[in-house]
């Protein structure tokens, strides 16, 4: 009888063991599995980060080319046909051939 009650015990103490190793592997499993996606989103938001960067640089480029001087000048004599002072603007009409 001592023995069965050691049995007992044994398989007693075993079962707790087991339910404890099984409950730290699911409780690090889960701890693993959010790492693993919080990693996977900065990597994400890394790359957001990059594309915004290099947009950021075009668009300033973009700012830089429209606030020279020369694109100003450029502008004010195509589109809004203006010129400098002691300059003429001459336009001219075309004529159609069909009199």
């Given at each position: ?5 050691l ?5 007693f ?8 190793i ?8 889960r701890?693993?599995y959010?790492?693993y996606?919080?990693?996977q ?6 790359s957001?980060?990059k ?18 001087p020369?694109?100003v000048?450029?502008?004010?004599r195509?589109?809004l046909?203006?010129v ?15 009199d």
């Amino acid at each position: 009888m001592a023995s069965r009650k050691l049995q007992r015990r044994k398989r007693f103490l075993m079962l707790v063991a087991l339910i404890i190793i099984v409950w730290t592997v699911v409780a690090f499993s889960r701890g693993y599995y959010r790492n693993y996606q919080a990693q996977q989103r900065l990597v994400e938001l890394e790359s957001e980060i990059k594309a915004y960067e290099i947009r950021n640089e075009q668009l300033q480029a973009q700012i830089d080319r429209l606030q020279s001087p020369e694109y100003v000048e450029r502008v004010a004599r195509e589109e809004l046909g203006l010129v400098r002072p002691g300059e003429r603007l001459y336009i001219i009409e075309e004529v159609s051939g069909s009199d």
